[in-house]
């Protein structure tokens, strides 16, 4: 089964999605404060939220579209 171009743009959001937690991680883990993010987080978070969004206009789904335009200027 070949992949489209859509199913690249989830797959690669998806791996984003699953390892953004860790720069914070050791930021806290550094810091001993969870006082503040880590700027790799938020950087990660946002660029992750675009592809999904990409990854939404490629598979034409208002839901994921709308979700994540919002949630890249949290």
Request: glycine share 2%.
């Amino acid at each position: 089964m070949a992949l489209k171009t859509s199913d690249y743009f989830g797959i690669v959001a998806s791996i984003l999605l699953t390892i953004i937690p860790l720069p914070q991680f050791y930021h806290t883990f550094q810091l001993k404060s969870a006082k503040d993010l880590s700027t790799a987080y938020l950087i990660f978070q946002m660029i992750a939220n675009l592809i999904f969004m990409i990854y939404g206009i490629l598979i034409d789904d208002p839901y994921v579209i709308s979700s994540n335009c919002l949630l890249i200027f949290e």
